[in-house]
């Protein structure tokens, strides 16, 4: 294994986003990328997605428009480092499921003011030292430059400021776990499928009419990215239940065009902020996400509809949704489980949707409706089960999936008869967040059943994928390791110090 | 009259947004507020807006949340003037249908650049020299400031970058067109309705979760940058046909609110910038504004849908729209007409839409389906119709008003034979503009009349409103005058250096 991981280490660090997988070893005559299925993982390249006619509609016409699309230019990133960052021996804090010293800033918090701790606080509240940034001008990628977290300086006529003109991706980077207190922090952190994040936002940016980008050249900066911040990824250890630990990325396109005119946008800034997370999006109630969360099913409001942007992850999906949130929690609620005109389910909160019968088929909503997102955990969870990764249904039934769409009336009676015996929702936040009840039209259904043999199956097998053993997870064909990432100089001293 | 002027300078400066209407002469018996309305103008009070099941409950919830709605407050206002504007004898430039001499700036130019004539360039990219800013945070509205136009400091997390919580207004103040090219420039500028939008602009930040405000104080503010910024109004004369010149104004609510959980932002920043044009929102193409636009029926896209935020004027709405603009121009047209899933016509590009049918009905999409944005200018027109004001249908019957649903097939075939005479858009922007044309399905629909009875009626009534002859329009309940706008002091001196 030796030896594709140091082919691996070279090639993540000179030859682009490609790595070996799954070969012991191989030969590097005369060709540049590698991609070596390994067989008893999900198929590195899964079918393509089905797009809305609308989505294949945009995309077309900014390929049209945009040609070729070129950049951002890797080998042009320029990176200055935070004064008072790690890497630069500044203000250090001790944080022990961390496993690193770091600082953070937070917005509003002022010089000499306590700091709560970052991984406890809630979600997104604290951030790392770094952004990533990079501008479009001119039918340009500019110079990328990671440099110290700041202000944006834009103009109030902005149309990412007046017309919605903003898409967003969130990620995550994982450490693996070690298999006790005391063993050595590994140096390599993990992206999971990080390419599949930035095609989704190549498709927001084609829907929205913003410019266009290379999806592997701007994972190669999200990579650099990462090496630079990933004394910022957490540390947990094997014996820890129940902790996600990771960093939160959080890539954003937004345009900075100040004509006031609607129109697609000449100028556009690509940035990424990253937040350091323990638990999942609903971390600030652990009971909860062990308990499930209560879905409250309505109509009255709608997050997306057929030719519009349901599946872009764009701003203007969550701007709709809060007055939804706040009154599902008026209902004794957590989320919403959005219906469509037909009472289909679509979406709940801002996760993907799936629903679990007691004959071992899975369900959730088709994605080429333009009204689902594309989730990327909602296509591993699929992947997982296709491959039969998750193992068997109870019975010794093979799990069978199906992408249809599913009436909130067959959901609600299934939970009655006790046909469907499980539901949970998927998202890159929330991971795998099983789902404790519905209520619809003033009334409840609850799930009696706690076993959650499928939701608990796939945490599981994610857990083991992006916490996992090191040198067994090498070649997995989801992860994206970051080599040479570098725990900080201060860190062993600050161990020292700390205890 | 002059009595009630004087009145009327008086209230609009001390005691708030109020104005005497329509009387010769009044008691201030002790009374703050006055409100009488002139017998042979439109009801000043119109009937209740509908408003969609959505709307109602986001406003509900909304006034339960922040409980009182207090604020901003005027009388705390702060203003500093750019140090090169107008007011202070800066750089000042001629301009013949300016009528007063302004400088502008404009984003990117550098100094001593050549600049364009803000007044006959593309909309909305010319700025004035000062903006409007009031924050909000920890539950109140803070001290409002008019200040030099600047870039705002936005945090890269801000929800109004990541979740699209943004949403905007758009307003005219015109100046009345002088008799002739000699005549003295009028010293009042006047506001169309603006109350109005401030209503509406308190209804997209219920359902957006955006803080409220109390609409009468912010029309207040909006009235002191007015003031400050009346230089900037254009002048026009009455023989200068075609020509519809205003100060645009953009009030804009986003929130600043940093943290990546989707909630309700605890800060916020309300501001308004404006922009000066001489032409309509198609001024680019005057022969266009003139031979009318042809519009791209289709339902591919969708701007709204029941449930969502059509009856909001948010970002969101308009980011969604771009592509679909693209392609009606690649089939030929220059704007959407954008249809629901029962293919029923709801907007026209970013204008309320009106069919005209031979027998003097009038049909526009209703409102309270949530699908529509409740349109000033769409509610001006259906007032105008109903009081009587633009006259009788040809062949002396009246115009009759419906606000109904209506199906494509029937707009369709209402062309071909001769039923349908006239259809045209509405919006601040685009006051009314006339549509040439539908494509539809492959097929193309002209409007062979080129009369227009009803739009050009319109089109004179609301000119006369907006720019007509000052004294005998004082009265008037749709406009908002602002006086001691003060002519800038350099604008003599200017006047003979430029002749």
Known sequence: MANVRAINALLARHAGVWRVRGAKSVSLSGRRWFSVTCPDHPPASPPPLPLSHTMRASIALAEQRQRPVRGPYADRLEVERAVDSVENGGPTRAMRLLGAYCHYTERGAQPGEPRPDPLMGEFGRAFTDHMLECAFRQGEWQAPRIVPRHALALDPGASSLQYGL???????????????????????????????????????????????????????????????????????????????????????????????????????????????????????????????????????????????????????????????????????????????????????????????FDDGAVCTPPVDTGMILPGVMRDSVLQLIRSGTVGAAPGGRAWRVHERALPIDELTRGIVSGRVVEAFGTGTAATISPVAGIRYREREYRFEARARPLSTALKRALDHICYGDESALEAHPWLHPVYGSGRPAAASASHTQFG
Not at 206 to 224: G, T
Not at 249 to 265: F, M
Request: glycine share 6%.
């Open 166 to 356: 903003q898409i967003f991706e969130g990620m995550k980077v994982y450490r693996p776990k070690r298999p006790h207190w005391n063993a050595p922090t590994p140096d390599v952190v993990r992206l999971f499928r990080p390419l599949e994040n930035m095609r989704r936002l190549y498709r927001s940016a084609a829907r929205l009419a913003l410019p266009l980008f290379d999806a592997h050249a701007m994972l190669q900066l999200l990579e650099e990215y990462v090496r630079v911040e990933s004394a910022w990824v957490p540390q947990c250890d094997a014996d820890e239940e129940g902790l996600t630990p990771a960093l939160y990325l959080r890539p954003t396109l937004i345009s900075t065009d100040a004509r006031l005119g609607v129109r697609r946008p000449s100028e556009a800034l690509f940035y990424v902020i990253a937040s350091p997370a323990l638990g999942s999006y609903y971390s600030s109630s652990n009971n909860t996400a062990a308990a499930g969360v209560t879905l409250f099913a309505t109509d009255a409001f709608a997050r997306a509809w057929p030719g519009g942007v349901g599946d872009a992850k764009c701003g203007g999906n969550y701007a709709l949704g809060l007055v939804a949130q706040e009154l599902a929690i008026t209902e004794g609620c957590q989320q919403v489980l959005w219906l469509d005109a037909q009472q289909r389910v679509t979406e709940a909160g801002v996760m993907n949707f799936f629903v679990v």
